[in-house]
């Protein structure tokens, strides 16, 4: 079985501090990790990936998230926030071993404040 | 814009009824996947194809529930007779299996309200 865990529902934010939105991840064997972020009436947009290799990964809109493989964390990450970051953003875990299922958190919703 | 399309975007029914959604996936993306989003929640994997073939299905897709992808390229899921739990919004994604870890690129779903 594999699950994702996003502690916290909102996370606030003044504009221009540093962000970080928090995942844990529960999968047998090496795991895959996405973040994706979700704006009111639009789709999942995809922000990052981690496969293999260096734990810190770049993704799109300067988010980064890095991998940590004793905690099983894969938190997100970005140096200073915009107003437009506000977003639900979800963390998402599949089992490198070949099922396909994908398996999402229950989500964070990110307000930056002016 | 050649992202994922999805049909209609919403739909209101009433309880009993049977309905059916559609999903156009990227050009050339052979693998389609299918979720349920609740209020809340995260997706919920539903099932998934790789090109017209039905690859794994969620314990969540009850008997009620059924999807296609006839010709490797759209799917449908209908849902019959359905249920006030099964207003939700629906989405699709697609990728293509060239790479590991394919990313999932989303359509912006199909929301359902059952009546």
């Known amino acids: 079985a594999q699950s994702v865990a996003q502690p916290e529902d909102q996370v606030n934010v003044a504009e221009g501090n540093p962000l970080t939105v928090k995942c844990t991840y529960s999968v047998s064997g090496n795991p895959y990790l996405f973040w994706y972020v979700q704006y009111p009436n639009r789709g999942l947009q995809f922000l990052l990936k981690?496969?293999?290799?260096?734990?810190l990964v770049k993704g799109s809109y300067g988010f980064e998230a890095e991998f940590n493989k004793s905690q099983t964390s894969f938190h997100l990450k970005k140096p200073s926030a915009l107003v437009s970051d506000s977003a639900l953003y979800f963390c998402a875990v599949r089992f490198s071993g070949g099922y396909q299922k994908v398996t999402f958190g229950t989500g964070t919703k990110l307000q930056v404040i002016p | 814009d050649t992202g994922v399309s999805q049909n209609p975007r919403h739909k209101i029914t009433k309880r009993g009824q049977n309905v059916t959604f559609r999903c156009d996936p990227i050009?050339?993306?052979?693998?389609l996947y299918w979720y349920r989003q609740t209020l809340g929640q995260g997706p919920e994997f539903l099932t998934y194809f790789q090109n017209e073939a039905q690859l794994e299905k969620s314990r969540l897709l009850s008997d009620r529930f059924s999807a296609e992808r006839p010709k490797g390229s759209f799917s449908t899921l209908e849902i019959q007779r359905t249920e006030q739990g099964d207003s939700a919004m629906y989405l699709c994604a697609s990728t293509i299996d060239r790479v590991r870890a394919d990313t999932q690129y989303f359509g912006p779903g199909t929301r359902l309200t059952v009546l």
């Open positions: 981690y496969i293999t290799g260096d734990n």
């Open positions: 050009s050339e993306h052979n693998r």
